[in-house]
């Protein structure tokens, strides 16, 4: 009986996850496919344009510190 009623709960909540999971799905897909999926396509180019200025940023400042170490090795 008490086996019963906790088989009966994991099944109720693994339908609530799979119905809400397929609603979301609905959700994003409908947004994504209707005629004004511009706001996805500038979230993604902002995202990979923050992405590419941090590495450039990093690479930049490991540079001047690669030339600025080069500079006191040269002097000594």
Known sequence: ?????????ALIF???????NI????????AAKGGKSNWMEALRKSLGNTRENASSKSMEELR???EDLEGKNKKE
């Open 23 to 30: 609603m979301m799905y609905g959700i994003v897909r409908g």
């Open 64 to 66: 001047q510190k690669m």
């Open 14 to 20: 693994i339908l609530l996850i799979v119905g809400a």
């Open 1 to 9: 009986m008490e086996s019963d009623r906790a088989l009966i709960g």
